[in-house]
């Protein structure tokens, strides 16, 4: 429900703040007092482009803003697919700066104008003798017939399915791609891979063998080596043991006298234990030294392959080389787990799928066995608005496939003269028939579930007498079920009003500014007097107004 309209520095308007209380409120005044500026401000507050030419003052900043109560619109699911806070109050501000620079805010926060267009068709419906946001929309014309079918919480549980559906399509289509872009590269990381767990990859593994291909290259040295050293040591009559062991029994001999010479005695018993012990290590050491020829050949191999491979990844150490090999596994598993992934949200998809067309048969079954009703419904409402000519039909198509309304392609069909061909309502229908067509859908489908604002822009064109009492009676009868602002010229229908405001100019400054007030009692059947004579109103269009709002309940 439209509860506030503030205006500033938009047209003929100054500024402006108008309480919109519910019901039905009509909006009266002389032609070219402002009534239109009304609906064009509120326009750019729902989304529409800014004009600078709209502005009263060219210096100044125009604003419009239009607070909204939402308790009774479900409007969740939006508020989460456009990632906004949710609110069931909320505030559409639009700001036009000097240089022509807008802005939009929705509850004090910026956003996107598209979000705010896509939004405003959920808050507000404006009807115009030139403009139908609604009628010819297949989703409206759908959603009529859900209405009248009771059909609306399977839609409901229709959409949730297939905004399930939609997102897990969209799912596979990304991972499909993921997949057929690793499918490319898979042999080459493959290879990569392979090449890398080939060789001994480990810390240190590139110093240990280049110290095993030293000792290989120079084996036959270090035996040489090794074997004279512990001879040196441990061999032949002149060797170093043997000359310890005159230097310990000299010593010995000494250690009585003096503490000193046992701390002698002590080292070099330590020395001649450790050349034994070394002597002995190196002939352990000299015996496991092979001159092999082969295995000198085949560790050089693995260092030339070690060093192909730093050099190929451009790294510095095998560390970085495990690394890099850990880094191609995790990809090879990735892509074995994307297969999985995708077997696994193909078979979800296929369950959705038949989730979401189980559903579409119950809904387009519910909603064809509602077709003629509706058509009768209809038929008859324009029947009473004295279009007795007139003839509504809804041509349906079953879609091969369930798309975003489910399996139904729907058209509502309209003649509004006889020997005139049905045909869409754009082509065939003026904008006063157009008017009173929209009038008895919304009047019928405000009877089944909650609706958005609607505004009727002159209805009442091209019409008279008894039809505009009935348009007023409908339009009021509306206002029961739903918020309806209804701006006219009628009598009928201004006297049908909850709610009468009343759009009028004055010459303020040498500029004339528009204003809006709300009417009660007495200046309310004075207005509506005026509205039933030329000129100054008489006593009798005095009465025989106050007879018509005396008659508004009725």
Do not use: W
Not at 413 to 437: I, M, Y
């Amino acid at each position: 429900m439209l509860k506030r309209l503030y205006i500033s520095n938009f047209a003929l308007i100054s500024e402006m703040d108008v309480a919109f209380p519910g019901k039905l409120t009509v909006i009266t005044g002389e032609t070219g007092a402002g009534k239109s500026i009304f609906l064009e401000a509120l326009a750019l507050a729902l989304g529409k482009r800014a004009d600078l030419l709209a502005l009263k003052n060219a210096a100044k900043k125009c604003v419009v803003e239009a607070e909204f109560e939402t308790s009774d619109l479900d409007l969740l699911s939006f508020f989460e697919e456009n990632d906004l806070e949710f609110s069931t109050g909320i505030t559409l501000r639009r700001e036009i700066s000097a240089d022509g620079k807008s802005r939009s805010f929705l509850n004090d926060s910026l956003v996107n104008l598209n979000v705010l267009k896509l939004l405003s068709e959920k808050l507000i419906d404006i009807h115009s003798q030139h403009e139908t946001l609604l009628l010819n929309q297949s989703d409206f014309q759908l959603e009529v017939m859900d209405a009248f079918a009771g059909s609306l919480d399977l839609f409901k549980d229709y959409k949730h399915e297939y905004t399930k559906l939609s997102k897990l399509n969209a799912e596979l289509k990304n991972l499909t791609e993921q997949e057929i872009a690793a499918r490319k590269e898979l042999d080459y990381y493959k290879f990569l891979f392979e090449e890398l767990e080939q060789v001994d990859l480990q810390a240190g593994i590139i110093k240990q063998l280049e110290e095993e291909c030293a000792t290989l290259e120079n084996a036959e040295t270090i035996k040489t080596n090794l074997l004279n050293a512990a001879y040196a040591i441990n061999g032949g009559e002149q060797n170093l043991l043997g000359s310890l062991n005159q230097v310990k029994q000299l010593l010995n001999g000494l250690t009585k006298y003096n503490k000193r010479y046992q701390e002698f005695f002590e080292r070099v018993n330590s020395t001649h234990i450790e050349l034994k012990e070394i002597a002995s290590e190196m002939e352990d050491a000299e015996s496991l030294v092979d001159v092999d020829k082969s295995r000198q050949e085949e560790v050089n191999e693995k260092l030339d392959k070690l060093n192909r491979l730093l050099k190929k990844h451009n790294v510095s150490n095998e560390e970085e080389l495990v690394k890099i090999k850990e880094e191609i596994e995790e990809k090879l598993v990735r892509f074995t787990s994307l297969e999985t992934t995708i077997g696994l949200l193909s078979k979800q998809i296929e369950r959705c799928k038949n989730t979401c067309l189980k559903l579409a048969k119950q809904l387009s079954d519910k909603r064809q066995k509602t077709m003629a009703a509706i058509e009768k419904e209809v038929k008859e409402m324009l029947l009473d608005l004295s279009m007795e000519n007139a003839v509504f039909k809804i041509a349906h198509k079953t879609l091969p496939e369930p798309g975003p309304n489910g399996l139904d392609e729907v058209s509502f069909l309209f003649s509004a003269n006889k020997g005139q061909e049905l045909s869409a309502l754009q082509k065939v229908a003026s904008g006063g028939e157009l008017s009173r067509l929209m009038l008895s859908i919304k009047s019928l489908l405000a009877k089944r579930k909650k609706l958005p604002t609607i505004i009727f822009d002159e209805i009442d064109t091209g019409v008279s007498g008894d039809v505009a009492d009935k348009i007023g009676n409908i339009l009021a009868l509306m206002g029961n079920h739903m918020q309806v602002i209804t701006i006219t010229h009628l009598p009928q229908i201004a006297s049908k009003g909850a709610h009468h405001l009343f759009v009028y100019k004055n010459d303020e400054a040498e500029k004339t500014v528009s204003h809006i007030k709300e009417l009660h009692n007495d200046d309310r059947v004075t207005e509506i007097a005026k509205m039933l004579s030329t000129g100054k109103p008489t006593q009798s269009a005095l009465v025989n107004a106050k007879e018509l709002l005396s008659m508004k309940s009725l």
